[in-house]
């Protein structure tokens, strides 16, 4: 089947860290991989997409590279941002336009 | 502004008294759906619509009707609405795979539907 799986639990850390969230997947064929975040009382917004092995996904900061070897995902950004903190989700798209999303991280950055 | 919205954004209601949760979207997409999210769960697909009058079921769609008579909506009808369907329900739409080389499609999300089932 086609699935994501996302790391456990919220992530907090301070202004300026390193922010890395884990993502694999498994799927049947060649789906295309996305982050979606979620800022407070919103809908979720594309952040970032890769099409295929190898892609680099980039916008606001966050980069994410589409692994095949290793069904990854990971999503990654140098120095984060209290205005960065948000719910972010890993999903990958299947037949009929379908994505399956992660469960999601809530990241809190504090000043 | 294209844009998905829904209506209402928030509604309690008693067990058994039927429901609609409208969703609307000005990009002309052929594509809608209707996600939940729980908490510890993500977001869960209920239905979606390929284009107007085709309409299939998701990974969670009991409990919820869906139709699609015009390509601009797509209400999600509770029929008889039950504590565990209380939940933050989003709608969303993008191209369909015919309407674009890319292959991948950017689904645009309205702002939610907190629905409490007392």
């Known amino acids: 089947g086609n699935s994501v799986t996302q790391m456990e639990g919220p992530v907090t850390l301070s202004e300026e860290a390193f922010l890395t969230i884990n993502c694999t997947y498994t799927?049947?064929?060649?789906?295309?991989l996305f982050w979606y975040v979620q800022y407070p009382g919103e809908g979720l917004q594309l952040l970032l997409k890769?099409?295929?092995?190898?892609d680099k996904g980039s916008n606001k900061g966050f980069e994410a590279t589409y692994r095949k070897e290793t069904t990854s995902f990971h999503l990654e950004k140098g120095s984060v941002q209290v205005s960065d903190s948000a719910v972010y989700f890993c999903?990958?798209?299947?037949?009929?336009?379908?994505?399956?999303f992660g469960k999601g991280n809530q990241v809190v950055v504090i000043p | 502004e294209a844009q998905v919205t829904q209506n209402p954004r928030y509604l309690i209601t008693v067990t058994g008294k039927k429901l609609t949760v409208t969703c609307s979207q000005n990009?002309?997409?052929?594509?809608m759906s209707w996600y939940r999210q729980d908490p510890g769960l993500g977001l869960r697909q209920i239905y979606y619509?390929?284009?107007?009058?085709?309409?299939d079921k998701g990974d969670v769609p009991e409990g919820y009707k869906v139709s699609r008579k015009e390509k601009r909506n797509f209400p999600l009808i509770l029929e008889s609405p039950s504590p565990n369907q209380t939940s933050l329900y989003f709608c969303?739409?993008?191209?369909?795979?015919?309407?674009?080389?890319?292959?991948?499609?950017?689904?645009?999300f309205g702002p939610g539907t907190r629905l409490t089932v007392l």
């Open positions: 999903a990958l798209s299947y037949g009929n336009n379908r994505l399956a």
């Open positions: 890769a099409t295929k092995a190898d």
């Open positions: 990009m002309n997409h052929e594509y």
């Open positions: 969303a739409s993008s191209l369909s795979f015919s309407d674009t080389f890319y292959p991948y499609n950017e689904q645009f």
């Open positions: 619509s390929m284009n107007v009058e085709v309409t």
């Open positions: 799927a049947t064929g060649y789906p295309s």
